[in-house]
Structures are given as C-alpha cells and as structure tokens.
C-alpha cells in the first residue's frame, strides 16, 4: 500500500540549530515529493518540491530536501532555526502509482523552536 | 505567482443555514482544485476533487449533498455547505493545480467555519 509516514509529530529545536523533519514514504513508482508548511489559521505554503530532477532540493527560507531513494526518504533540513519556522510541516506524495493520481498527505509535525 | 484567493476567511452560520465559500485561482488558471477539510491538530482530509466543466468526484463518507461543489470556471470553484449543524464546524482549506500529479498545489488561506 502507498503511505507517507512522517516519524515525528513534534519536534522541539533551540533557535539557531539545525532542523531535521523526517518523512518516509511507501510507493512502487517514482513520485513526486512536497514539503509544506502551514502556520496557525492559515493554507499551506509550498517550501520546495522533488519532481526526479536533482535529488537535493532547494526550497524557500533556507529549507531543503534530499530524495534518497534506497531508503524512500525526503527528509526537510534546515542548518540553523529561526523563530518564525515555528509551524506545522506536511510531507505530500503525489502520482504514486501509474494508473491513479492520489495525493498523500503525511498527518504533519509540528515545529517548535525554544528560544 | 499562482495565488489562490479563499473567502471568507471566516463564517458564522446558525443551524440549518447554509454558507457557500469562494476559491479562486487568480493568476493561473487551474484545471483541477480540491476541497480539504482540516480538524484541529490533524492533517488535511480530501474532501472532493472538481474539475472545471465537470461533476466533482467526492470522497468516501462526504456527503455530496451536503458538501455542494461547483466548478464554474477555470479560475472559481465554490463550496456550498447546505443545511449547517455544529458538527460541520471546521477549518476549510481549497487548493488548486495546474497540470498532473509533478505539479505542486496551491492553497488558500482556508475558512473557519462555525455553526452555531
């Protein structure tokens, strides 16, 4: 069965250190991968996105992604936290089988950041 | 580039009412758009899936009747929450795309719905 599985539902980080967002997903096809974030009462703002070009993405406000196929892997970094990253993440797979388009999306992991 | 446009942003309705909301592509036009509701602390669940000219196709357990869709243009979709009950209070959030399952969405703002 195709699944996208986000490992942490809270993650709680010192300002100015790295983030690491983990999601792994389940697909017999190559999909495409989104990273989201969504602040309080608001959409989802797309941070970057994997579409089988370079398996490292580059998203918006310093974000990025590397695509690790051998182990079904788009886990979102950041080198150094900032107060404003304080937000729900959602890892999407869409396309993940030939004969339907269906949209994944993981339950999210919300960001903390301690001052 | 691609903005969606969602409105209200807020509503309050009393029981029984019905509440239509607005989502609009407004500088892309968008083939297909979804309906997603969110609970409190959980992630997005996929309402129904409408595409411009088209019947939406709705998930399972939504009420079509309940939850009207329509998909007017390539730019509108609107959402028509009939009859209200407390229970459909919820954070509503539309979401559009151009092109096929590599093409990322686009969100609204979302709309808080309260019936009360």
């Known amino acids: 069965a195709q699944s996208v599985t986000q490992l942490d539902s809270h993650v709680s980080v010192s300002e100015g250190t790295p983030v690491l967002l983990r999601c792994n997903y389940s697909s017999s096809y190559s999909p495409s991968l989104f990273w989201y974030v969504q602040h309080p009462n608001k959409g989802l703002q797309l941070l970057l996105k994997?579409?089988?070009?370079?398996?490292l993405v580059k998203g918006i406000n310093g974000f990025e992604a590397e695509f690790k196929k051998s182990e079904t892997s788009f886990h979102l970094t950041k080198p150094s936290a900032h107060m404003s990253d304080a937000a729900e993440y959602f890892c999407v797979v869409s396309g993940l089988t030939n004969r339907d388009d269906k949209i994944i999306f993981g339950k999210g992991t919300r960001l903390h950041i301690l001052p | 580039g691609a903005v969606v446009s969602q409105h209200p942003s807020r509503v309050i309705c009393k029981s029984g009412t019905s509440v239509k909301i607005e989502c609009r592509s407004l500088?892309?036009?968008?083939?297909?758009m979804f309906w997603y509701r969110q609970f409190p602390k959980k992630s997005l669940m996929l309402m129904a899936t409408s595409n411009e000219g088209s019947k939406a196709t709705y998930e399972q357990g939504v009420e079509k009747d309940k939850f009207l869709i329509n998909h007017a243009s390539l730019t509108l979709s609107t959402l028509t929450v009939t009859s209200a009950h407390p229970e459909d209070s919820s954070f509503y959030i539309c979401?559009?795309?151009?092109?096929?399952?590599?093409?990322?969405?686009?969100f609204g703002n979302g709309t808080r719905l309260t019936v009360t």
């Open positions: 994997y579409t089988s070009a370079a398996t």
């Open positions: 979401s559009a795309r151009v092109g096929g399952s590599g093409s990322p969405l686009h």
């Open positions: 500088d892309f036009q968008a083939t297909t």
